[in-house]
């Protein structure tokens, strides 16, 4: 069953739950200030907009400034959310109105609030004598599972990103070596937005070559030249995510100085990356998950080699939680969606990665993408 | 004298200077989160990659993870700069630096870092007994005026602006009308790295009509229709960013609901910019710039419908200081570099907003763009 409309009233229950029971501060209220979280709460997106969201008991005061007014009255429909313009400093407005709801206790939102703004708000709160704590990580919780609603626009977002992939697959070996990497990445991006993107979800990485093994090299304007190509690449739809990673082969594979070395790499790689996928269930912890890519890629020898995390959350943040690396410990859930992503770079020579989407499902796990992962060749 | 080269020692001297100066808690030793300013001080710049610059008596420590470690080393060519490659928690590792160097007091870059990874860090520094103080906003005096070498670059970087900007007039007609605003959007940018740009320097605001009148509005996939065309954009230049926003008109004006009232405000918003613009020498105070541009729309009767401020600095960020707004008390100086964007929106109708770059010079200013302002049509 698809969930057609996004039930924001369920969506500050979860809210509530999670704070009325958050251990080292309980409290009704709460200032949210990342962007995605205000989003997910009230259907107003205004990235990096400054905006704060007061919430208490479950009914919400959004204060935005005069550039996002008329945006946020028109993408707020829930009546229990109240749109405040700004036309004074921002942390006063916020005092008033705590001491108007008589508010005597809140946590703030402390991941998305720079220190230099929360010590001018800590200022005013103990002027007022308004206890506060801090919140951080408990409230990823709040969007970690995905519902019905943001699956189907994960779904449809992650289509367009292999749609736009198999575009590229298109050039031949003349067009290919005819662009930049800047120039790759732009066409890239003109495909996902005629495949109905509204754009990229993040700065393409498109390395060619010894770029390759900086992990998050983004392009240049060096023609595309014979040997590797490392592309990972995103859409972004209807403010969801999506994330890819693909190596290609460009040209006269002889031509590359240690042909042999990349090859096995790749083989490397691609094992490593279905040794995680095949772990992906619910139950199973992220620290064990990237393990089970990272065990295989140091018992090969390239362990010193696979310096990053084997993947993310994925969602209205192109990199959100679960965290899987070696050290954290989420617990997959029914509607994750999680990268898998392992690599291995070996510099001046380059680097492969390779990476898809999965989305946690009761019995196991699904992939986003429908592509095989042999060796791609773009040939002369 | 065009300087070619970075002089990173005087950078550090400088900073050195503001942070021995500082009123609020002096010391010799910083710790610098933003990127932007770890790049003016070493050469890495790592977009979003969470890196810290520990500078103690003009010595750097740069700590970066592995996905940034090649780029680092390739980058920092000043000795005095060491790079740590972090395998371990970045504040511990940064703690224990500053234990090896027998540390006792610090600043720190509040304004870059987040509240919670500074509860983490504030830990870790009462443990080992370091006295530590904030700076916010006397660190942008770091980057506030620009040299010879960067003013370069962002001439440069207007060039292609403005470049592209005729590339897109030459569209006729039925051209442009056949796009959406993404996809004008995106051939944009296409033509900004075909003029040599890295790429955009934030998501444009191409905003049709009513659309036009939300200030941040980004760009959406319908198709642009006869009426208002608002164009926000600017390109992405060996590190440095442009800034311009142009309002033209699109096919038979007679079409459009209230064409008067769009033609009287584009004249008013011309002439508060031109008020502006003239305004902008050595000496003249950031409020009393604003307040050109703005008294002058309160006096033609549109006060309540420009509800930005003038305009702000552009370097490596697009938005930096100084800002210039009715609060702010900024002098200019010579080798500043400031937008003037004065604008008139109308809910359901539309806006027009004009904004041009300019250097401010020994005696004056110098505009970046060489363009016209009177209204531009492309018409059937």
Not at 174 to 179: A, C, N, Q
Not at 266 to 295: H, T, W
């Amino acid at each position: 069953m698809v969930i057609e409309k996004v039930n924001y009233e369920q969506r500050l229950r979860r809210l509530n739950k999670i704070i009325v029971n958050f251990e080292n501060f309980k409290s009704e209220n709460i200032l949210i200030f990342k962007d995605e979280n205000i989003y997910y709460l009230t259907g107003f997106y205004g990235k990096n907009s400054g905006s704060s969201l007061l919430i208490t008991n479950r009914r919400g005061y959004l204060f935005v400034n005069f550039i996002y007014y008329e945006e946020a009255k028109n993408s707020v429909c829930n009546q229990n959310i109240e749109i405040i313009l700004l036309d004074n400093d921002k942390n006063e407005e916020i005092i008033d109105m705590l001491n108007q709801k008589a508010i005597k206790d809140i946590l703030i939102e402390a991941s998305s609030i720079s220190c230099s703004n929360f010590l001018k708000l800590r200022v005013l709160l103990e002027k007022e004598k308004i206890k506060f704590g801090f919140i951080d990580y408990p409230l990823s919780e709040l969007r970690i599972v995905k519902d019905e609603y943001e699956l189907k626009i994960i779904r449809d977002c992650c289509r367009i990103t292999e749609k736009s992939f198999k575009d590229i697959l298109k050039y031949n070996y003349k067009e290919i070596t005819s662009k930049s990497e800047l120039e790759l990445a732009h066409e890239l991006e003109g495909y996902l937005i005629k495949n109905d993107a509204y754009g990229k979800s993040f700065d393409f990485i498109i390395a060619n070559n010894e770029n390759s093994s900086k992990p998050h090299y983004c392009a240049s304007n060096t023609k595309i030249r014979n040997g590797v190509l490392l592309m990972d690449f995103g859409a972004y739809y209807k403010n969801y995510c999506s994330d890819i990673t693909r190596t290609i082969f460009i040209g006269d594979i002889l031509e590359h100085i240690n042909f042999k070395k990349v090859f096995e790499i790749y083989e490397i790689v691609k094992e490593a990356q279905f040794l995680a996928e095949s772990q992906c269930r619910p139950g199973m912890i992220s620290s064990e998950l990237d393990n089970a890519a990272r065990s295989f890629i140091a018992k090969n020898g390239y362990g010193e080699s696979f310096g990053h995390s084997l993947g993310h959350g994925v969602g209205l943040e192109v990199h959100e939680p679960p965290f899987i690396n070696s050290k954290s410990n989420f617990v997959l859930r029914e509607g994750m969606v999680i990268t898998l992503e392992p690599g291995i770079y070996i510099e001046g020579l380059g680097g492969v990665r390779i990476e898809d989407m999965v989305e946690i499902t009761k019995d196991g796990h699904k992939n986003f993408y429908n592509l095989k992962k042999e060796k791609i060749f773009i040939v002369n």
